[in-house]
């Protein structure tokens, strides 16, 4: 059975999206992104919310036909298209792209998936990732820090009513400045 990894990136002042929802402060270059992909590809899926789905869609589809981008952008435009994903959302009927949608997180539900998926699950969605948070269901956060004070924006995590106690269990600094910090959770 694999496991459920929270995949985000940061501003050294735990910010996700700057204060207008701008992530445009992300520093990605060649070797983050080849690192994104080596990670990434070996997911049994991927898990998103609709707004973090939505923005991917618009992009990653067709991003390989673009001849200006990098390799690896181009590398990972295929993985996102031939990766299974779950989509979190209330309000959507249907999407595309090897996309199942799912309407409520239930906690025995997303269990049942783990243990039936080869590989482990890549929850990439902020306000999914508190939701999973509440339900026990993460076992790693990876958390990418970029070098970047944002002053203000969206948290990667809201107010909780319990902490969560994490074990670092690995990091690493690319060329760029971003620290990798990757924790599982104690217990």
Do not use: C
């Not at 690192?35 to 898990?47: Q, Y």
């Not at 339900?135 to 969560?164: M, N, Q, S, W």
């Not at 106690?165 to 990757?182: A, K, M, P, W, Y």
């Amino acid at each position: 059975m694999g496991k459920i990894i929270h995949i985000a990136t940061v501003s050294l002042d735990g910010f996700f999206e700057g204060p207008d929802r701008e992530i445009d402060w992300h520093l990605v270059d060649d070797e983050l992104h080849q690192h994104f992909n080596d990670e990434l590809s070996r997911m049994g899926a991927f898990l998103a919310g609709r707004r973090t789905h939505a923005l991917m869609a618009e992009f990653w589809p067709t991003a390989d036909r673009d001849p200006a981008i990098s390799g690896p952008m181009a590398e990972f435009a295929r993985i996102w298209r031939e990766m299974p994903k779950i989509v979190y959302s209330r309000t959507w009927e249907s999407t595309d792209w090897n996309t199942t949608i799912v309407r409520e997180v239930v906690a025995d539900e997303v269990l049942a998936l783990k243990a039936s998926t080869d590989g482990d699950l890549s929850l990439g969605s902020a306000d999914l990732a508190s939701t999973f948070r509440r339900l026990g269901l993460i076992d790693e956060h990876h958390l990418y820090v970029d070098p970047v004070l944002l002053g203000r924006g969206r948290p990667l995590f809201g107010p909780a009513d319990d902490k969560t106690d994490l074990d670092l269990i690995d990091s690493r600094t690319f060329g760029n400045g971003v620290v990798l910090l990757r924790y599982r959770v104690s217990g």
